[in-house]
């Protein structure tokens, strides 16, 4: 099973509003991460959690706030999302994000995100 | 810095053609190389990939060889078919100043096949 899982494919959501975007996945991995993709572009890292806890943050404004509740969920918690923040948000896991356990990432369907 | 320059699309190529799409990159170290592909409307799949020099992924026809002298990872496919038609992301893996790995992608080259 190399399979990640995103939930809900789609979301529209206003500016006021509190969404949250879920990922799982059962591989065993230990590395998760979260991506920002607009049209047209590739993805840019948003986050990069390792066994759990937080190892990067890319400047991401607060208003997108990360949670790895355990080994096999992520979490992206949406507060006062702007427009442009629409886009698409991909969800990856890897074995590991060391040296010698970062060998390939697996990619989930990816959440479509609207904001109006 | 470490970076991917892809051929950039749109390639529009008849069915059973030869496809050529290439990849260089800038990197220190020995980066671990991939091709992903994103089919219309969903996430990225691995295509293949090659961990170190001389080495040629290969999967679904297509193929690709790490050139640590030339900084490539060119992808061929001997023949493409309609369901070819997607976005290809070249990639290379970087270890970050916090040490941890992440991916660098090109900017993707959208392919279109045509009956």
């Known amino acids: 099973d190399t399979e990640v899982t995103q939930t809900p494919k789609h979301l529209v959501m206003g500016m006021t509003n509190k969404k949250s975007l879920k990922c799982e996945q059962h591989?065993?991995?230990?590395?998760m991460y979260w991506y920002k993709q607009k049209a047209k572009k590739p993805p840019e890292l948003m986050f990069v959690?390792?066994?759990?806890?937080?190892?990067i943050n890319e400047s991401v404004p607060s208003r997108f706030s990360p949670e790895c509740p355990n080994s096999s969920l992520l979490n992206l918690h949406l507060h006062a999302l702007q427009p442009e923040d629409s886009a698409l948000y991909l969800c990856?896991?890897?074995?590991?994000?060391?040296?010698?356990?970062?060998?390939?990432?697996?990619f989930g369907q990816g959440t479509r995100l609207t904001v109006v | 810095g470490n970076s991917v320059t892809q051929m950039e699309g749109p390639v529009t190529l008849s069915e059973e053609a030869f496809l050529t799409i290439n990849c260089t990159y800038t990197?220190?170290?020995?980066?671990?190389l991939f091709w992903y592909v994103q089919y219309p409307g969903e996430g990225l799949q691995l295509l293949l990939k090659?961990?170190?020099?001389?080495d040629k992924g290969s999967n679904k026809g297509f193929e690709a060889t790490y050139r640590k002298e030339t900084t490539s990872f060119h992808l061929e496919k001997g023949s493409v078919q309609v369901s070819d038609s997607a976005v290809y992301f070249c990639?290379?893996?970087?270890?970050?100043?916090?040490?941890?790995?992440?991916?660098?992608f090109g900017k993707g080259t959208k392919l279109s096949v045509i009956p």
């Open positions: 990856a896991s890897s074995q590991g994000s060391g040296a010698g356990l970062f060998t390939e990432a697996f």
């Open positions: 591989m065993g991995h230990r590395a």
């Open positions: 959690y390792s066994y759990e806890k937080l190892s």
């Open positions: 990197a220190t170290g020995y980066p671990s």
């Open positions: 090659a961990t170190k020099a001389d």
């Open positions: 990639a290379l893996s970087v270890v970050s100043g916090a040490g941890s790995y992440q991916l660098t």
